[in-house]
């Protein structure tokens, strides 16, 4: 983390808080408690909050507000974090059933990482994952925390078409395909919950923040969950407050 804020211009409407130049949950805490201070006090001239790893872009009406006025409030704000308590920490549970026609690419995983198929799924279903931030796709989920154990390549050769629950891994990354679309990662599993549904409100389940737990799952139980899901019966489970499984 810097010891110093940086503030940078983004055009003629946008300003963005960056924070440092790595990604970390120290970090990320501070960019959650920011945007959540930010949002709650609704100030005139926000318009949007959009975080990242590692910084903030504030986008705001230059008629309203002014850029070293925005700057200035932005730099009170930060300056009273301190001792701002994090809101309660939420542990989603996904039941995510790996390999086959789920997670065609786990063995993959497996041989290039000199493991058994089971020890990539224990690896992978052992560890809670911290949500970055969203992207790429509406409810996509930026994970950090998984194992170096599992870290896999990219395809060389990016599928046209992923079904929406995937999980999958890109390097030192893990994350999950909330709708059908295109994607190089390597995928191991797939849960039969729905993480973006534009009839819900909110439309997204995950939140930056969130922790992400897979559950392991055979194919008998992904298709009871997801005639349950289908028919909107279904709740996710959350554990709030609990405590978070590490890794190696």
């Given at each position: 983390m810097y010891d110093k804020t940086k503030f940078i211009p983004a055009g003629d409407?946008?300003?963005?808080?960056e924070f440092g130049n790595s990604i970390s949950p120290e970090i990320n805490t501070k960019i959650r408690n920011m945007v959540m201070v930010i949002?709650?006090?609704k100030f005139p001239g926000i318009e949007?909050?959009?975080?990242?790893?590692?910084?903030?872009?504030?986008?705001?009406?230059?008629?309203?507000?002014?850029?070293?006025?925005?700057?200035e409030k932005l730099k009170e704000i930060e300056m009273g974090l301190v001792g701002t308590s994090e809101s309660e920490t939420r542990i989603v549970e996904l039941p995510t059933?790996?390999?086959?026609?789920?997670?065609?690419?786990?063995?993959?995983?497996?041989?290039?990482?000199g493991l058994t198929v089971d020890e990539v799924?224990?690896?992978?279903?052992?560890?809670?994952?911290l949500?970055?931030?969203?992207?790429?796709t509406p409810g996509f989920g930026y994970l950090g925390g998984m194992s170096e154990k599992i870290e896999t390549p990219r395809l060389q050769v990016p599928r046209t078409k992923i079904p929406a629950g995937s999980t999958g891994i890109a390097g030192k990354q893990t994350g999950i395909y909330p709708i059908d679309s295109p994607g190089g990662w390597q995928l191991i599993g797939r849960t039969p919950v729905r993480l973006f549904n534009p009839?819900?409100?909110?439309p997204v389940l995950l939140n930056a923040g969130d922790y992400i737990r897979f559950i392991p799952i055979d194919e008998d139980e992904y298709l009871e969950i997801?005639?349950?899901?289908?028919?909107?019966?279904y709740k996710v489970n959350i554990v709030k407050g609990g405590s978070i499984h590490g890794n190696d």
């Open positions: 409407r946008g300003i963005v808080m949002d709650k006090l949007e909050i959009i975080p990242t790893y590692r910084s903030i872009m504030i986008i705001y009406d230059p008629l309203t507000i002014g850029y070293s006025r925005i700057i059933v790996y390999g086959g026609e789920y997670g065609p690419d786990i063995e993959f995983v497996a041989e290039h990482n799924i224990e690896i992978h279903s052992s560890t809670d994952y949500l970055y931030m969203l992207g790429f009839m819900a409100e909110p997801l005639d349950l899901v289908n028919r909107g019966k």
